[in-house]
């Protein structure tokens, strides 16, 4: 037998370093070739680490969280034949390393057996324990909860009266061997008052579970860490009628459903990108990307709408490249090709970046105004909030019409409040009036 050692490999893209975000194995797993070991990420993109060998899991060379460096051992194997690993190499000195394999051995979980007979005073040299010292009808007014998952030691009489009277066990002190409650514990506890015995089922919590940021999370955190210490937002929210935005989009769907063409289902989003590339076209500043460190403004000719999209994994903004250059239905069905990609983790580093302004959505949950963080280091970004059927006052009458907020946020240092509101406005003329963003 021998070892192998497998070492994380270049993931591409001119990286150096990986944070590790996932184990799939763990130390004693049998593994073969192309099982996958591992997942690394690298900025927004996903890596799994596959064995190149079959074999049995020695050490694990990261945890969750770390970063690694590219060449660095990530794995040690016990393998069939000589192994990758000389006996006099360097190599085995990543041993050292290994974390215990043994784990603290588990305290049993109840005593009972044990403490049924209790030793006769100078029966023998061993000292009962300090918890079951105490004299059996001298119970221990503490009331101290008992740790967490330590089930409490009593007969079923005793549970039964317990349940009857609305009492937590576990708030009770056994004053029998072993902590074992009574009768006699009962009644004491009720004794001490009602506000305590009564728990009516309900007990407190107070257990702290602590999660380390990690993955795309860290990442999502450190963004909009630095979006919102650096950019000081102004958000800017207008009400918009989309009553006959909703009547054309549902007979452009209605006519590709009847023609079966390659056509793809229309939603709001494709409507709003032809509505702010034209008001792009008016105010160019919006479409730019501020250097702060430099003191530059880039303003984009391209205009790349990032669509930020919930995964499973997390909030990601695949980009939609371009879309100056796309009718409605060539922005809808990238808009479709790249949410897809996003919530399958097959997005490319390509597809998640490059974008100049960007599109935040929560569909059905988009409230009715919200306060988007900037797109760090755009300059804008537009919220669509929920759309809903409420009554609108014609100059005669009260009407029913569907209406939809957009909350957008903008960087005040190169975004004035007006500017910021003549964009807006532009934007709710199009989506209002849906023939003018056909109209070149």
Not at 18 to 45: N, S
Not at 105 to 122: I, L, V
Not at 204 to 227: F, H, P, Y
Not at 334 to 360: M, Q
Request: aromatic share 2%; charged share 25%.
């Amino acid at each position: 037998m021998g070892e192998h050692i497998i070492k994380l490999p270049d993931v591409g893209e001119g990286v150096a370093e990986a944070e590790l975000v996932e184990w799939h194995v763990k130390i004693g797993d049998i593994v073969r070739e192309d099982t996958v070991l591992a997942a690394v990420m690298t900025d927004k993109a996903t890596v799994e680490i596959p064995s190149p060998v079959d074999g049995e899991i020695l050490w694990l060379g990261a945890e969750i969280g770390d970063t690694v460096a590219i060449g660095s051992p990530i794995v040690r194997l016990k393998v069939a034949g000589e192994g990758n690993v000389k006996p006099q190499g360097g190599a085995v000195e990543v041993v050292a390393a290994e974390p215990p394999a043994k784990l603290p051995t588990p305290k049993p979980e109840t005593s009972a057996p044990a403490a049924k007979a209790p030793p006769k005073s100078g029966g023998t040299d061993v000292k009962p324990a300090p918890a079951v010292s105490k004299s059996p009808r001298q119970p221990s007014v503490s009331g101290a909860p008992r740790p967490e998952g330590e089930r409490p030691l009593a007969s079923p009489a005793v549970r039964l009266r317990a349940k009857e009277a609305g009492i937590d066990l576990r708030q009770v002190a056994g004053s029998g061997p072993a902590g074992r409650i009574g009768h006699e514990d009962i009644e004491a506890f009720l004794a001490r008052g009602p506000q305590v015995a009564k728990t009516s089922g309900l007990a407190r919590n107070d257990a702290v579970e602590d999660i380390k940021v990690v993955g795309l999370r860290r990442k999502i955190a450190e963004k909009m860490t630095l979006s919102k210490s650096r950019i000081p937002h102004i958000t800017y929210v207008e009400e918009i009628d989309v009553t006959a935005l909703e009547e054309l989009r549902s007979a452009l769907n209605k006519e590709k459903r009847v023609a079966k063409g390659e056509r793809p289902k229309l939603t709001l989003l494709p409507f709003l990108m032809r509505a702010m590339v034209k008001a792009i076209a008016d105010q160019p500043n919006l479409n730019s990307l501020f250097d702060d460190e430099a003191g530059t403004i880039h303003q984009h000719g391209g205009i790349h709408i990032g669509i930020a999209a919930q995964t499973p994994s997390g909030l990601v903004v695949p980009v939609v490249k371009h879309a100056e250059a796309r009718d409605i239905w060539e922005c809808g069905a990238e808009v479709i090709r790249l949410a897809e990609a996003a919530k399958s983790g097959t997005a490319t580093r390509d597809e998640l970046s490059g974008s100049t302004i960007t599109i935040t959505s929560l569909g059905a949950m988009g409230g009715v105004a919200t306060t988007p963080v900037i797109n760090h280091p755009e300059v804008a970004i537009i919220g669509v909030n929920k759309m809903m059927v409420r009554p609108v006052w014609d100059g005669t009458q009260f009407m029913p019409r569907k209406m939809m907020n957009l909350s957008s946020s903008f960087d005040h240092r190169v975004i004035d409040g007006w500017d910021a509101a003549v964009f807006i406005q532009r934007i709710k003329t199009l989506l209002e009036t849906p023939a003018l963003i056909f109209v070149d």
